[in-house]
């Protein structure tokens, strides 16, 4: 059966701290009723953590960091899970229950098989 | 058997749709699957004005693109080292499953995860069964963007798992509505400019549809709207390539035969929505009312106006409400419709919203207020053919 990854685009917000907790309740209610289908997945801190690493003039060159993401937008990538599912049309059924699906978006892709 | 050119053509294209249904199916991929019934279509249009059509058209076009199908996959197996998968043999495949593969593509290549403009150039391509040179003739692409939309799309049927299936019952009328949707916009790409082949393509696909879901409205009053409005085709064109108002077409010419089929089709769509009426059944009762017509001065207002009342219900959009008051415009009077017009908003970027002002100010003999309304209304984009009636009617 396809992996999929659900890419989580909401608010920036920090998932860890006590004004997150609503949000993280609906989360884990989530997790719970899809935990058949969930094979992994991770919440990220704020953007405001996040370093952009960028190497000038090819491999091996000089390292630029930058603080944050490139492009300030309204809804950042804030977490992924992976989803095994038969077809597209079972993994957006399931991506529609994540919570970001009617809070910001869910970008749902198909995860590479190498082997 | 023998067959004419055109005949035999028309043969092979239909027949090789559902082959291609089918060969979807039974190779999961929509790429082999076109690729083997291409190489099947091409060998029947060599063979066959030569030996004569096989008893049964069909099952030779399937035996011929599956052994290709078959070879193409060993080839690629054995390229990567690994035994080829074994294929079934869908030949006996009785007829309800053949209709099953018909609904797999359609609503495969209808699928809400493709962008529009993907669903209409992949059904023109596999269900219409047109070369991917007539698809970008079609919809005014170069043939390398209309190769690469194609592709992108096949390959996120592929890659992304979109199934091959028909949707369950009760996903089945929201669907239903994105594949209208699709064969709809494909009609109006071609009927705005009278691109016939696009507009015959759209029809074709609807009587498709009908073909395999008979008792859906939807599709019923899909295919009923199209052929109203096509069966003005012959008149809405001067000779000059100049569009010719609904007011002023030379009603003898219009297609009689295609009038009665789009009659009888709404009339079969309403009795299947009694509750909540089809929105495409009732958008074609208001083209059978032009349709029926024996002149444009004799027409039924009363009934347009009650339509477009139950359009309203059933689909409410403001450019439903300014085509009511132009029919209110016809019954009562310009001044009853002008201010019904004035009073619609969100149609400041539509120029038939602007076209209509500058046609009911110039009834009402306001010439510069006319005018001005018609400047709008090319500013807005009103296409040139019609810029040029207005211009000539209101100055």
């Given at each position: ?6 890419l989580?685009?909401s ?9 997150a907790?609503t ?10 009723a ?6 992994g997945?991770r919440a990220?801190?704020?953007t405001?953590t996040?370093?952009?690493v960028?190497v000038?003039g090819?491999?091996?060159g ?6 944050g993401?490139?492009a300030?937008?309204?809804e950042?990538l ?11 049309d079972?993994a957006?059924k399931?991506a ?6 009617w ?7 198909p995860?590479?098989?190498?082997s | 058997m ?5 005949a ?18 039974v190779?999961g991929?929509v790429d ?14 060599e063979?066959?004005p030569?030996d004569?059509v ?13 052994r290709?199908?078959v070879?193409?996959?060993?080839r ?5 080292g690994?035994?080829?998968?074994a294929?079934p043999?869908?030949e ?17 290549c209808?699928h ?7 669903q209409?150039?992949?059904?023109l391509?596999t269900l219409?069964g ?6 970008a ?9 209309a190769a ?9 049927i592929?890659?992304a798992g979109i199934p091959?299936?028909?949707?369950a ?6 669907r239903?509505?994105?594949?209208a ?6 009609f109006?790409e071609?009927y705005?400019?009278?691109?016939a ?5 759209a029809?074709r696909?609807?009587r ?6 008979p ?6 009053g ?5 052929l109203l409005h096509d069966?003005?085709?012959r008149?809405r ?5 100049l ?11 219009w297609?009689?035969?295609?009038i ?7 009339g079969r769509?309403?009795?299947r ?9 009732v958008q ?5 009312c032009h349709?029926l ?10 009934a347009v106006?009650?339509?477009?009342d139950?359009?309203?219900?059933v689909?409410p959009?403001p450019?439903v409400?300014?085509?009511r008051?132009?029919a ?8 009853v419709?002008l201010?019904?017009v004035?009073a ?6 539509y ?6 002002r500058?046609?009911?100010l ?5 010439g510069p ?6 400047a709008?209304a090319?500013a807005?984009?009103l ?13």
């Amino acid at each position: 059966m396809p992996t999929y990854a659900a890419l989580i685009y909401s608010a920036d917000v920090d998932p860890t701290q006590p004004e997150a907790a609503t949000m993280m309740k609906d989360y884990n209610e989530f997790g719970a009723a899809a935990a058949a289908v969930i094979r992994g997945g991770r919440a990220l801190y704020p953007t405001a953590t996040a370093t952009t690493v960028r190497v000038r003039g090819g491999k091996g060159g000089d390292i630029v960091t930058s603080d944050g993401p490139y492009a300030e937008t309204k809804e950042a990538l804030t977490g992924f899970y992976l989803i095994e599912c038969g077809d597209l049309d079972e993994a957006v059924k399931v991506a529609a229950q994540i919570p970001a699906a009617w809070d910001g978006a869910v970008e749902v892709r198909p995860v590479v098989d190498f082997s | 058997m023998t067959l004419a050119g055109d005949a035999l053509g028309q043969l092979v294209r239909d027949e090789g749709t559902r082959v291609l249904a089918t060969l979807v199916r039974v190779t999961g991929s929509v790429d082999l699957a076109e690729d083997a019934v291409q190489d099947a279509v091409v060998r029947a249009l060599e063979t066959w004005p030569r030996d004569g059509v096989p008893e049964n058209p069909r099952a030779w076009l399937l035996v011929t693109a599956r052994r290709r199908a078959v070879d193409v996959v060993r080839r690629e197996a054995k390229r990567a080292g690994k035994e080829a998968a074994a294929m079934p043999f869908p030949e006996d495949d009785p007829p309800s499953v053949i209709r099953d593969d018909l609904l797999r593509l359609v609503f495969t290549c209808c699928h809400p995860c493709l962008s529009v403009d993907a669903q209409v150039a992949l059904s023109l391509r596999t269900l219409g069964g047109l070369s991917t040179a007539k698809v970008a003739r079609g919809l005014r692409l170069s043939e390398a963007t209309a190769a690469k939309r194609l592709t992108r799309a096949k390959q996120k049927i592929a890659t992304a798992g979109i199934p091959y299936r028909v949707p369950a019952a009760e996903e089945l009328p929201e669907r239903l509505e994105g594949v209208a949707a699709t064969v709809y916009l494909i009609f109006n790409e071609g009927y705005a400019d009278v691109r016939a082949p696009l507009v015959d393509e759209a029809v074709r696909l609807a009587r498709l549809l009908v073909s395999l879901m008979p008792d859906e409205p939807t599709v019923l009053g899909l295919l009923a709207l199209l052929l109203l409005h096509d069966a003005r085709r012959r008149t809405r064109l001067d000779d000059r390539d100049l569009p010719v108002l609904l007011a002023d077409q030379d009603r003898s010419r219009w297609d009689r035969a295609l009038i009665r089929e789009g009659v009888s089709l709404v009339g079969r769509a309403l009795r299947r929505t009694p509750g909540e009426p089809n929105p495409y059944a009732v958008q074609a009762a208001i083209a059978a009312c032009h349709a029926l017509a024996p002149s444009y001065p004799e027409t039924d207002w009363d009934a347009v106006i009650s339509w477009y009342d139950v359009l309203l219900t059933v689909r409410p959009s403001p450019v439903v409400s300014l085509n009511r008051a132009a029919a209110i415009a016809e019954r009562d009077g310009a001044a009853v419709a002008l201010p019904l017009v004035d009073a619609l908003e969100g149609l400041a970027d539509y120029p038939w919203w602007h076209a209509t002002r500058a046609e009911l100010l110039h009834r009402l003999g306001n010439g510069p207020a006319a005018r001005s309304a018609r400047a709008d209304a090319e500013a807005t984009g009103l296409t040139p053919g019609h810029a040029v009636l207005l211009r000539r009617r209101v100055g």
